[in-house]
């Protein structure tokens, strides 16, 4: 592989008693839109803000296009874009003041600049509000200029930080477009995020944090492949016997099975025709049955199978 | 990149109408209203009227009458006198027409007043030191004839304990020390807008200040130009609010326009400067700052006295160092130094001292925001 443009090695972060980063390594390569899943307060956010230079860390190192990152490297810190979890613009200007301004600060020449910040507006689709001033903007549409303020220069590689947080699913759907579209562009992306099904849809790599490690790393198919579960289908039952659920668990690949609110959880490891065999036993035995879902295993269950909690609620 | 920086800073801030408010229309109203207030005691307290006083003369006495005459004429006459029959001077003093009657029958003078006022006791301090030194002369006259001219000298010399001394500016105006406090409060604002400048550039205390932080911007020419985007709208409206005061309400500043904007341009720069200062210091939050900036900025007004008058005069006898170093008590003092005396080498020895302070404040503000990693955000 070619050289990383981001490489953390074995970073330590401690608030006092609390390690909020615990030994964390990353490599990061271009073209890559690497997600940072893990639940609130697993230390994505510190990792992000350690790697930017904002915040001190007690041990390790972070590199940035091969060079060490520090408060003061403009050459590195010019190449990138950073949109923060919170939104932070200027309210006292327009939604075109906003952009220019933040653009200007790492492009000089105006006519460069112009030509940037009308991509940026038009990227987000904010042209029929350039003249708004932030307080009059949506929660969605002022999102959106919080992307187009931290990517009108054009960042080599960008950081999204929870940039979906509080965000009407059709703005949600924009930014994720978006997302995928500077990606093809040429950009490479850091996406935190604690919502998986953002994750699996976008990136192309996974880092799973907990409690300040990483706990899994890999496409969404080899994390998938980490965990037993292959396959999850769930039956509602008219009737429920113990001598049913022993049946189940008796079928191939079945490694669990329970009743949950009347209906019948069952999970497979690996095998193919799973739902046949197990429709073709409720038949045989003559059990009514209601709906029938099949579900493949999610993140959730990668995060679930690893950490014993649920992604979500953690 | 400066201007870049520089023009965005100086249209947030003439765009936030909160600070807008504060630095600009609060002063102005405030302006206004110290203008309405004491309008009304120059009136009834400060801007002396002639007493109208009715004179009823039954037999002439032709010395009172030159004394009732030269004290009723020019620019600053004490009476106004109407020469009256008694009955339409009776009623014109029921009628509350004149403050007193004054009864002329040759030497014999009497006082007729309806009610007791500080008219009617000018009037009667009039008819007695009137009685008093005619009595002296004639006195005077009967046992030595030849030192009468000694004893008319003496009582003409005036005896003052107090020393003249000439003022350039010419307000005397007791009240004029309110508006000076009026502009040392709007020379303070400008504390707000330099700690508010570095909230915006510091990674732990804004979203904004992590975003900025990110940027491939120097911090020291982010913060310079914040900084003087800072000093220049505080200016700005500080100009406008010496203007309005000086051209609009008439305040006499006792002072030239120009030497007061310089001074006024002194406070605001130690103003944003210590406002900046303190907003560098430590890492507590911006509500905890502006507490303690406004703790410091108002104990150095009080001990200055900026809220009781002899504060200052207090300080200046025990502690006489600390007037010397209050940058409040240095504003104030030479506003006080332009009006009494026109400049001075106290006014230049105060300037400096503040000039010094702009830089200690900005330099160490500087320093404390160069380059860094916050421990938390």
Same mark, same amino acid.
């Given at each position: 592989?070619?050289?990383?443009?981001?490489?953390?090695?074995?970073? #330590?972060?401690?608030?006092?008693?609390?390690?909020?980063?615990?030994?964390?390594?990353?490599?990061?390569?271009?073209?890559?839109?690497?997600?940072?899943?893990?639940?609130?307060?697993?230390?994505?956010?510190?990792?992000?803000?350690?790697?930017?230079?904002?915040?001190?860390?007690?041990?390790?190192? #972070?590199?940035?296009?091969?060079?060490? =990152?520090?408060?003061?490297?403009?050459?590195?810190?010019?190449?990138?874009?950073?949109?923060?979890?919170?939104?932070?613009?200027?309210?006292?200007?327009? #939604?075109?003041?906003?952009?220019?301004?933040?653009?200007?600060?790492?492009?000089?020449?105006?006519?460069?600049?112009?030509?940037?910040?009308?991509?940026?507006?038009?990227?987000?689709?904010?042209?029929?509000?350039?003249?708004?001033?932030?307080?009059?903007?949506?929660?969605?549409?002022?999102?959106?200029?919080?992307?187009?303020?931290?990517?009108?220069?054009?960042?080599?590689?960008?950081?999204?930080?929870?940039?979906?947080?509080?965000?009407?699913?059709?703005?949600?759907?924009?930014?994720?477009?978006?997302?995928?579209?500077?990606?093809? !562009?040429?950009?490479?992306?850091?996406?935190?995020?604690?919502? =998986?099904?953002?994750?699996?849809?976008?990136?192309?790599?996974?880092?799973? =944090?907990?409690?300040?490690?990483?706990?899994?790393?890999?496409?969404?198919?080899?994390?998938?492949?980490?965990?037993?579960?292959?396959?999850?289908?769930?039956?509602?039952? =008219?009737?429920?016997?113990?001598?049913?659920?022993?049946?189940?668990?008796?079928?191939?690949?079945?490694?669990?099975?329970?009743?949950?609110?009347?209906?019948?959880? #069952?999970?497979?490891?690996?095998?193919? !025709?799973?739902?046949?065999?197990?429709?073709?036993?409720?038949?045989?035995?003559?059990?009514?049955?209601?709906?029938?879902?099949?579900?493949?295993?999610?993140?959730?269950?990668?995060?679930?199978?690893?950490?014993?909690?649920?992604?979500?609620?953690? | 990149?400066?201007?870049?920086?520089?023009?965005? /800073?100086?249209?947030?801030?003439?765009?936030?109408?909160?600070?807008?408010?504060?630095?600009?229309?609060?002063?102005?109203? $405030?302006?206004?209203?110290?203008?309405?207030?004491?309008?009304?005691?120059?009136?009834?307290?400060?801007?002396?009227?002639?007493?109208?006083?009715?004179?009823?003369? /039954?037999?002439?006495?032709?010395?009172?009458?030159?004394?009732?005459?030269?004290?009723?004429?020019?620019?600053?006459?004490?009476?106004?006198? /109407?020469?009256?029959?008694?009955?339409?001077?009776?009623?014109?003093?029921?009628?509350?027409?004149?403050?007193?009657?004054?009864?002329?029958?040759?030497?014999?003078?009497?006082?007729?007043?309806?009610?007791?006022?500080?008219?009617?006791?000018?009037?009667?301090?009039?008819?007695?030191?009137?009685?008093?030194?005619?009595?002296?002369?004639?006195?005077?006259?009967?046992?030595?004839?030849?030192?009468?001219?000694?004893?008319?000298?003496?009582?003409?010399?005036?005896?003052?304990?107090?020393?003249?001394?000439?003022?350039?500016?010419?307000?005397?105006?007791?009240?004029?020390?309110?508006?000076?406090?009026?502009?040392?409060?709007?020379?303070?604002?400008?504390? $707000?807008?330099?700690?508010?400048?570095?909230?915006?550039?510091?990674?732990?205390?804004?979203?904004?200040?992590?975003?900025?932080?990110?940027?491939?911007?120097?911090? $020291?020419?982010?913060?310079?130009?914040?900084?003087?985007?800072?000093?220049?709208?505080?200016?700005?409206?500080?100009?406008?609010?010496?203007?309005?005061?000086?051209?609009?309400?008439?305040?006499?500043?006792?002072?030239?326009?120009?030497?007061?904007?310089?001074?006024?341009?002194?406070?605001?720069?130690?103003?944003?400067?210590?406002?900046?200062?303190?907003?560098?210091?430590?890492?507590?939050?911006?509500?905890?700052?502006?507490?303690?900036?406004?703790?410091?900025?108002?104990?150095?007004?009080?001990?200055?006295?900026?809220?009781?008058?002899?504060?200052?005069?207090?300080? /200046?006898?025990?502690?006489?160092?600390?007037?010397?170093?209050?940058?409040?008590?240095?504003?104030?003092?030479?506003?006080?130094?332009?009006?009494?005396?026109?400049?001075?080498?106290?006014?230049?020895?105060?300037?400096?001292? $503040?000039?010094?302070?702009?830089?200690?404040?900005?330099?160490?503000?500087?320093?404390?925001?160069?380059?860094?990693?916050?421990?938390?955000?």
């Amino acid at each position: 592989m070619s050289t990383p443009v981001v490489k953390i090695e074995n970073l #330590v972060k401690r608030y006092k008693e609390l390690i909020a980063l615990d030994h964390f390594s990353l490599e990061i390569y271009e073209g890559e839109v690497f997600g940072l899943l893990g639940p609130n307060g697993s230390g994505k956010t510190t990792a992000i803000n350690c790697l930017l230079s904002l915040l001190s860390f007690d041990k390790g190192s #972070v590199e940035i296009f091969g060079e060490e =990152m520090s408060p003061d490297n403009y050459k590195v810190k010019s190449k990138i874009g950073v949109i923060m979890q919170n939104v932070a613009v200027i309210n006292e200007l327009t #939604v075109y003041e906003n952009i220019d301004y933040f653009c200007g600060l790492y492009i000089k020449d105006k006519a460069e600049r112009k030509k940037c910040v009308e991509e940026a507006v038009e990227f987000v689709g904010l042209e029929d509000f350039v003249k708004f001033y932030p307080k009059k903007l949506s929660g969605g549409l002022l999102r959106r200029l919080n992307i187009a303020c931290g990517i009108a220069h054009k960042p080599k590689l960008i950081i999204f930080d929870e940039p979906t947080v509080a965000v009407d699913p059709q703005s949600r759907n924009k930014i994720l477009e978006g997302i995928q579209e500077l990606n093809r !562009h040429g950009a490479t992306i850091i996406y935190t995020s604690h919502y =998986m099904e953002e994750v699996e849809q976008i990136c192309t790599r996974i880092a799973i =944090m907990d409690k300040g490690r990483q706990i899994a790393l890999g496409t969404t198919e080899e994390l998938k492949k980490q965990i037993k579960n292959t396959e999850k289908i769930t039956v509602e039952l =008219m009737e429920q016997s113990a001598e049913l659920l022993e049946e189940i668990r008796a079928l191939p690949h079945v490694y669990e099975a329970e009743y949950i609110e009347g209906r019948a959880e #069952v999970k497979f490891s690996g095998g193919k !025709h799973n739902l046949i065999r197990l429709l073709t036993l409720l038949q045989q035995k003559d059990i009514r049955f209601g709906r029938v879902y099949s579900e493949l295993p999610t993140l959730n269950d990668v995060f679930l199978e690893i950490t014993g909690k649920q992604l979500r609620d953690s | 990149m400066f201007l870049h920086l520089l023009k965005y /800073e100086l249209l947030t801030g003439l765009r936030n109408r909160q600070a807008m408010f504060w630095m600009l229309a609060f002063p102005i109203i $405030l302006g206004t209203f110290f203008n309405i207030a004491f309008s009304g005691l120059y009136e009834s307290d400060e801007l002396f009227k002639e007493i109208p006083v009715a004179v009823c003369t /039954e037999q002439e006495n032709a010395t009172f009458t030159e004394v009732m005459d030269s004290l009723s004429e020019g620019g600053d006459a004490l009476f106004a006198p /109407e020469y009256l029959a008694e009955g339409k001077a009776m009623k014109k003093l029921e009628n509350g027409d004149v403050s007193g009657v004054i009864f002329v029958n040759g030497s014999d003078i009497r006082l007729s007043v309806k009610s007791e006022s500080t008219a009617a006791s000018i009037i009667r301090s009039l008819l007695d030191n009137y009685e008093v030194n005619v009595k002296v002369i004639t006195d005077a006259a009967n046992a030595d004839p030849q030192k009468l001219g000694q004893v008319i000298e003496a009582m003409s010399a005036e005896i003052s304990p107090v020393e003249a001394r000439q003022m350039s500016g010419d307000s005397a105006d007791p009240y004029v020390q309110y508006f000076y406090n009026l502009l040392a409060m709007n020379c303070l604002f400008g504390a $707000l807008s330099g700690l508010g400048l570095v909230i915006s550039v510091q990674a732990n205390l804004s979203e904004l200040g992590a975003r900025k932080s990110v940027s491939p911007v120097h911090k $020291l020419e982010s913060v310079t130009a914040a900084l003087t985007a800072a000093v220049i709208l505080n200016l700005i409206c500080s100009g406008v609010t010496l203007l309005y005061l000086t051209l609009a309400l008439k305040v006499d500043f006792g002072a030239p326009l120009p030497a007061l904007f310089g001074v006024t341009a002194v406070g605001v720069l130690v103003s944003a400067s210590m406002g900046f200062f303190i907003g560098a210091i430590g890492k507590m939050s911006e509500g905890m700052k502006i507490g303690i900036l406004i703790s410091v900025s108002m104990f150095f007004c009080f001990l200055s006295g900026l809220c009781v008058g002899n504060m200052y005069a207090l300080v /200046e006898r025990y502690a006489p160092w600390f007037n010397r170093i209050n940058p409040a008590a240095l504003i104030s003092n030479s506003f006080l130094a332009l009006n009494i005396y026109g400049g001075s080498g106290r006014l230049t020895a105060n300037l400096l001292t $503040l000039g010094g302070y702009a830089v200690i404040f900005t330099l160490g503000g500087y320093y404390l925001t160069r380059r860094r990693r916050y421990a938390s955000l």
